[in-house]
């Protein structure tokens, strides 16, 4: 089974901007929907972005216009740029695809 490593997280000041990756120990073009999601302790998971084999994104409406995300199938490689970065995105963040696969999670911290 394919399993994923993210990287990239760590601690920012608010404004700030971080880039995740999610590096795969496979193939990742035969996963039609990739994504990130995040989590805050006591809270449930949710989704930050999707983005479909063909391209295709969503994202959750408080991140649309600051994080983009992106797929390198020949890397195998998951995405998330995240640009002026706010105290509420703090979170551990977990790449997954379609919703069934999950990387261990990479914490992401913002300061105000």
């Known amino acids: 089974q394919v399993q994923f490593v993210e990287s990239g997280g760590g601690l920012v000041q608010a404004g700030g901007s971080l880039r995740l990756s999610c590096a795969a120990s496979?193939?990742?073009?035969?996963?039609?929907?990739m994504g990130w999601y995040r989590q805050v302790p006591g809270d449930q998971r949710e989704m930050v972005a999707l983005v479909s084999v063909s391209g295709t994104t969503t994202y959750k409406d408080s991140v649309k216009g600051r994080f983009t995300i992106s797929r390198d199938n020949a890397e195998n490689t998951l995405y998330l740029q995240m640009n002026n970065l706010k105290p509420e995105d703090t979170a551990v963040y977990y790449c997954?695809?379609?919703?069934?696969?999950w990387g261990q999670g990479t914490q992401v911290t913002v300061s105000s």
């Open positions: 997954t695809a379609n919703g069934m696969i």
């Open positions: 496979g193939s990742i073009s035969r996963f039609n929907i």
